[in-house]
């Protein structure tokens, strides 16, 4: 079945402790991204990637890591989590043709106290 | 600062009617605009998407109405149903790889 998957689904964690969340895909996909979504904000980009190995900013990198070293996986590090990073979050990724038809995870939970 | 704005927050309508949700831009720049469709504890997906230089766009009960001018666009969904309660984001895409979200419009078809 093609998906994007992420984990974990659900992750509880105190300010500071440094955590990564992982993303995979099967569909042979070049373009991948992050959204964090917030209410009454919609989903706004974190980073995004092209290929392997490039990487660029969204709209709200600042407390995000990213990298890219294969294809099917784009993981979003958070080196030193704050209670303003408590958010729902979502991978994507797209063929590089057509990069506004993204297909999103699951999504993951994320709580900082 | 939210490049697309969408309204309305959130709309009731009844089995059989017409929901509509519109969403603005000023950014020129943009050169695709999809609709996604959120239900409750998954992922968006994408809906219908349409180029500036097309005014209309139907697939099933679901049509963009596109007006360049007024960098205005608009999502109807037609005799809507039940099953089409859930979240609906505007988004518009830059050819660098950036896609701007609204805010997002929680419709609610009730039976």
């Known amino acids: 079945e093609a998906q994007v998957t992420q984990n974990p689904r659900y992750l509880i964690t105190v300010t500071g402790k440094k955590l990564t969340v992982t993303c995979s895909q099967n569909?042979?996909?070049?373009?991948m991204s992050w959204y964090r979504q917030d209410p009454g904000l919609g989903l706004r980009q974190i980073y995004y990637?092209?290929?392997?190995?490039?990487?660029d900013k969204g709209d709200v990198p600042e407390g995000y890591k990213v990298s890219r070293k294969e294809k099917r996986n784009f993981p979003l590090i958070l080196e030193s989590p704050s209670p303003n990073q408590t958010s729902l979050y979502f991978c994507?990724?797209?063929?590089?043709?057509?990069?506004?038809?993204?297909?999103f995870g699951p999504g993951t939970r994320l709580t900082v106290t | 600062q939210q490049q697309v704005k969408q309204s309305p927050q959130s709309l009731i309508v009844q089995k059989g009617g017409i929901s509509i949700i519109n969403c603005a831009y000023e950014?020129?720049?943009?050169?695709?605009f999809p609709w996604y469709q959120q239900f409750p504890g998954k992922g968006p997906a994408l809906l219908i998407a349409?180029?500036?230089?097309?005014s209309e766009k139907k697939e099933g009960r679901f049509t963009i109405s596109f007006n360049k001018s007024a960098k205005q666009f608009s999502l109807h969904i037609m005799d809507s149903q039940p099953g089409d309660s859930a979240t609906y984001f505007c988004?518009?895409?830059?050819?660098?790889?950036?896609?701007?979200f609204g805010a997002g419009t929680t419709v609610t078809v009730r039976a």
């Open positions: 994507a990724s797209s063929f590089a043709g057509v990069p506004y038809e993204q297909y």
């Open positions: 569909m042979n996909h070049e373009y």
């Open positions: 990637s092209m290929n392997v190995e490039v990487t």
């Open positions: 950014n020129t720049a943009f050169d695709y």
């Open positions: 349409i180029r500036p230089d097309v």
């Open positions: 988004a518009a895409f830059l050819n660098d790889y950036k896609l701007s």
